[in-house]
């Protein structure tokens, strides 16, 4: 799995790219979405848009860092899945539980612009 992350606006973005299948994939996800969440991190938004091949086990790491991210007060939301991943959330109708954006620039505006998006 390869990522990488940068902060926009206090807002963390982590890019996903290649595939997230499970097994190795799936836990580098996970800790590192809990590291940023022990740094301090509070806003978050996953970048999907060269992530090219997911499947459940995937779609189950990102539920796992979701609720991770939600039981520290933190905010999660999704920009440009993919068609794989859309499909995905869709059957699952996990597409109703997340906020989920088009653009990481809307991801980011959408969240408070007064919350630095670090824990106090």
Not at 28 to 44: F, P
Not at 70 to 82: D, M, N, S, V, Y
Request: hydrophobic share 40%.
């Amino acid at each position: 799995m390869l990522f990488a992350y940068n902060e926009v606006d206090g807002v963390i973005v982590l890019h996903l790219k290649d595939k997230l299948m499970g097994g190795l994939e799936c836990n580098e996800v996970k800790e590192e979405v809990q590291d940023l969440i022990n740094r301090g991190y509070q806003n978050l938004v996953i970048d999907f848009s060269k992530l090219y091949w997911s499947n459940s086990a995937g779609i189950g790491a990102l539920i796992s860092c979701y609720h991770n991210f939600r039981k520290r007060g933190g905010r999660l939301k999704f920009a440009r899945p993919t068609p794989k991943v859309q499909y995905y959330l869709r059957i699952s109708k996990l597409d109703t539980v997340f906020e989920i954006y088009d653009t990481v620039e809307e991801a980011v505006k959408s969240f408070n612009a007064t919350n630095e998006g670090r824990a106090i």
